[in-house]
């Protein structure tokens, strides 16, 4: 009791001391609600200088960029779109729509603009190109005036270096099979992608197994200055010729319009937009000649034979040995390489070329093994003129 009476009277203390509790309660309070009332206002102003800064900076960053990518004074050449060869062969086109863009052909022979004439070195592959090192020393030094395609499998396609003529040529490809269509589909795949370049003027088709027999100075004249196109187109009687005819082909094809001829031929730039532009002929080839016959022996000389037969020089600017008999020439090794070997290559028979005879018949041969390659490059300083 006496305790209880104490605490009584000592209730001032207690009052006192008790309001000293409640001060210190009140005032974190009030502290707290200012400090929230600050961070509010804080977030909120910042929220208006976001808002601010998103609508007059960015609007006028975008405004700036707008007005100097297209000034007033700016003049555009639009020619350069079609003039200017592709920078990546590779595209996504389908074949119709590769066909149809690369059948453009100018009416007007002059050029407004200064045009270097090139001829497009087309190779159709089964695989890689072993005998590249002889096609670069060939090339080296003359890069204004060829273009390089490649058809291959994808699977197969090489991997060149950046300073090799091959580095990134080749196009989109398809299988291609040995007397089918599908071998005619690439050849045109291939005029196609190479017609895209408009200063490509001559096509070449060749293959991996192929070389060149002169220097490209020596080729380059060659082909420039002839009147005609070299695909041989010839009327054979025999089975292996008329023998392959087939009665359906007629109206659009008579036994007396068809021809037989070597499937590697170089063209000028009007024969290659007949060739990928033909809707006529194409249907008719496709369907009814099939093994045994041979598709890409008949077609490009009969479908050219019957448009344009003054154009075609009836005969191939490439060698090839058919003297061993077969369903396929001859292929050579390094054990063939020689000196002998070439002179009985290029002693030619006589050929007509811009209307008189010459000697000088071919500028390339086939077929060539991996094997050889390091012999050509050793003899084609002497024999080759490279």
């Not at 099979?177 to 003027?201: F, K, P, Q, V």
């Not at 209307?355 to 084609?380: D, H, N, V, W």
């Amino acid at each position: 009791m006496q305790s209880r009476v104490v605490q009584l009277e000592e209730g001032k203390d207690i009052v006192v001391t008790g309001g000293r509790t409640g001060l210190n309660k009140a005032f974190p309070f009030k502290l707290l609600l200012l400090l929230g009332f600050f961070l509010a206002f804080t977030v909120v102003l910042f929220f208006i200088s976001v808002s601010t800064f998103k609508f007059y900076g960015i609007n006028s960053v975008v405004t700036s960029v707008t007005s100097s990518f297209v000034p007033c004074h700016e003049k555009r050449n639009d020619l350069h779109k079609w003039i200017e060869p592709p920078m990546v062969l590779m595209h996504n086109m389908s074949d119709e729509e590769l066909l149809w863009r690369a059948s453009f052909m100018p009416k007007t022979k002059e050029f407004p603009f200064n045009r270097v004439p090139k001829i497009a070195f087309m190779f159709l592959t089964m695989g890689p190109l072993p005998l590249a090192p002889l096609w670069e020393r060939l090339l080296k030094g003359h890069e204004k005036h060829y273009s390089v395609y490649i058809h291959s499998p994808v699977s197969s396609s090489a991997k060149f270096q950046a300073s090799s003529v091959f580095y990134r040529r080749h196009i989109p490809s398809q299988v291609a099979e040995w007397g089918r269509m599908t071998m005619c589909d690439a050849e045109r795949r291939l005029l196609a992608n190479a017609l895209l370049d408009i200063s490509n003027e001559w096509f070449v088709l060749l293959s991996e197994s192929c070389i060149p027999l002169f220097n490209f100075t020596t080729i380059y004249t060659y082909i420039t200055k002839s009147k005609h196109s070299f695909m041989g187109s010839f009327d054979d009687p025999s089975p292996y010729g008329r023998g392959r005819y087939h009665g359906n082909m007629a109206p659009e094809v008579s036994i007396d319009q068809w021809r037989k001829g070597s499937q590697w031929f170089e063209v000028n730039r009007e024969l290659a937009v007949s060739i990928v532009k033909d809707t006529l002929y194409y249907p008719k080839f496709k369907q009814f000649c099939k093994p045994a016959c041979y598709v890409d022996e008949h077609y490009f000389p009969t479908m050219l034979t019957i448009e344009k037969p003054a154009a075609l020089a009836n005969r191939s600017v490439t060698w090839v040995d058919w003297s061993r008999g077969g369903a396929h020439p001859a292929t050579f090794g390094a054990q063939d390489i020689s000196e002998e070997f070439f002179a009985w290559v290029l002693k030619g028979d006589n050929c007509t070329y811009n209307g008189g005879y010459t000697s000088m018949c071919y500028l390339f041969a086939r077929k060539f093994s991996p094997s050889a390659l390091e012999p050509l490059i050793q003899i084609a300083p002497k024999i080759l003129s490279f």
